[in-house]
């Protein structure tokens, strides 16, 4: 069975640092990987995801992930971050088979500090 | 579009009382989906839909039903409310025709139960 794990609940960083949002996922077949952003009091919608091909994705408001499958990691980073990025971040994972039911981390509290 | 739309945004619920959450949307999207979040938990399914009249049951299905008669609506039923149903109720779509798997979320019910 698919899971996700989220290496860290809440992230606190400064305005204009970098940042990387660590995800881990287990599945013993391809899988489909995204991270989704919640802003407060709004629903998720989607950051980036990783479908196939180049393991380097980039996504919307400057953020890139990369796919590594030897260590089955998806990690989301940007280079320089902006108070607007503080949310929670979510990442997630589909697998290839048919099925399309998606399983949540538990997700990253990102706090980004003036 | 309006993509995917929730009502109500609020409600406080008594103990015992049932409610239905709505949930429509407007991209002919076949597949459905009703996730709670709970702090520190993420996204857990509740109940999904492949198609209209077709229902499943997700991870957290007790206390709770569903239906599904049009492709546009997929209503969540609260019988008798219970303290551990407080949470924030998401609903979500994806077309289904495709193994992207990118889902659209409504922007979410926050339920209470006293």
């Known amino acids: 069975a698919q899971s996700v794990t989220q290496l860290d609940s809440q992230v606190p960083v400064f305005e204009e640092a970098p940042v990387e949002l660590r995800c881990n996922y287990s599945s013993s077949v391809s899988v489909y990987l995204f991270w989704y952003v919640q802003y407060p009091n709004q629903g998720l919608q989607l950051l980036l995801k990783?479908?196939?091909?180049?393991?380097l994705v980039k996504g919307i408001n400057g953020f890139e992930a990369e796919f590594n499958k030897s260590q089955t990691s998806f990690h989301l980073r940007k280079p320089s971050v902006h108070i607007s990025d503080t949310a929670e971040y979510f990442c997630a994972v589909s697998e290839d088979t048919g099925g399309f039911k998606t399983i949540f981390g538990a997700g990253t509290r990102l706090f980004v500090k003036a | 579009n309006a993509g995917v739309t929730q009502t109500p945004k609020f409600r406080i619920l008594k103990i015992g009382q049932s409610m239905t959450l709505q949930c429509t949307q407007d991209m002919n999207h076949n597949y459905m989906y009703w996730y709670r979040q709970d702090p520190g938990m993420g996204l857990k399914l509740i109940y999904y839909s492949v198609g209209a009249g077709i229902t499943d049951k997700g991870e957290v299905p007790n206390g709770y039903n569903v239906s599904r008669s049009t492709t546009e609506d997929f209503p969540l039923r609260l019988e008798l409310a219970a303290p551990s149903q407080t949470s924030v109720y998401f609903c979500?779509?994806?077309?289904?025709?495709?193994?992207?798997?990118?889902?659209?979320f409504g922007p979410g019910t926050r339920l209470t139960v006293l």
């Open positions: 979500a779509s994806t077309s289904g025709t495709d193994a992207f798997h990118e889902q659209f």
């Open positions: 990783y479908l196939s091909g180049s393991t």
